[in-house]
């Protein structure tokens, strides 16, 4: 039987509580950003244990701003996955940098030390490492192969709630670790990102630059009785700031994670059991306490199954399986820089796919995903082979 509703592959969970608290913000008359993101950034911080978190509009902005405080501009090469949702490569374009494609491991799909060290030129400035669904890159063996010579972002769009080997959050290595809160990922407020650091005197400039580098920003204009004076522009910002109507909801989210978590972990469960007898690889640790499991990524291991084909038989049954990602070097607006030593990456192109997962799943969706999955892929076409 085919059900009715569309599963997502990422359904955030709302509950009374979150609705309360956007009634709340609604009623207060200040929906800007104000004091619900300063506590929103103090409660994060806490929980990545980061001394400094700046909440932004959207993870792509957290990227940006972190590259433009690192000084990254034209002439620069900035090293990130092919592999990788397109904001990771299109801030290094927008400062007038060169995205210098890396290829990734086939088994955890994010970069190593190896692959980012055959990267690296005298014109390196960045590398951005994706944890890619959740599953933690390698960032400190990144670090210690780079000598401290270039500098490190870590796109942590998919990984809040993901642990480093040592039992440490993401966000908690002191380098400039970005988060999104888009509408499907682990903590969602719709849209909305922060930088975790612990660098206080880069927290303060990214703290301008989010409010068009107003020295000081709205709700103290707007609360602070001498505001007037402090009006003064100096520096050229952008208009990057969260909102308190977001906060509220992210402040909901963050303390649900824990529910979350289990949820997701209990689904990935399923998964795997179900996965056994096909012809599947799911991402490496994806059991793994460490793993955040944003996303479920399987490769097909039998070249002569047709991953598009299986994809859209899902969706015809109504479960949202989605590919993360296209390569961003087949991409025409990338199609000008170098496409060579990409290997992994093009191989995992035609095979990699993605089954939903949420914090609001429940046990029979799962086995919904993992009974009509096995259905189609044990299907014969018409010429008798498998797709
Ligand atoms: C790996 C990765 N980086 C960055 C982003 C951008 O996040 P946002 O939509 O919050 O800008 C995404 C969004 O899905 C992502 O998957």
Known sequence: MIRKDYLPFGKPNFSDEEVAAVTRVLRSGWLGMGSETVAFERELAEYVDAPHVVAVNSCTSALFLSLLVLGVGPGDEVICPSLTWCSTANVAMHLGAKPVFC?????????????????????????????????????????????????IVEDAAHALGAKFRNGRPVGSSGELTCFSFYANKNLSSGEGGAVALFDRGVADRLRSLRQNAMPIDAWQRFTHPKSILYSELSDLGYKMNYTDLQACIARVQLRRQPEFYVTRLEIAKRYCAGLRSLPIKSQLNILDPYHARHL????????????????????????????????????????????????????????????????????????????????????????????
């Open 296 to 387: 479920f990524l399987i490769r097909l291991t039998d070249e002569c199954l047709q991953r598009d084909e299986i994809l859209l038989k899902l969706r015809a049954r109504n479960i949202g399986a989605s590919i993360h990602y296209a390569p961003l070097h087949l991409m025409p607006l990338y199609k000008g820089l170098s496409r060579a030593g990409l290997p992994n990456t093009e191989a995992l192109a035609r095979c990699i796919m993605t089954l939903p997962i949420s914090g609001s799943m429940t046990a029979e969706d799962g086995e919904y995903v993992v009974e009509h999955l096995a259905e189609i892929m044990q299907q014969k076409d018409d010429d008798g082979v498998t797709v």
């Open 103 to 151: 290829d990734v491991d086939p088994d955890t799909l994010c970069v190593t030390p190896e692959l980012v060290l055959q990267r690296v030129t005298s014109r390196t400035k960045a590398v951005m490492v994706v944890h890619m669904g959740g599953i933690v890159a390698e960032v400190e063996e990144i670090r210690s192969a780079l000598k401290g010579r270039v500098a």
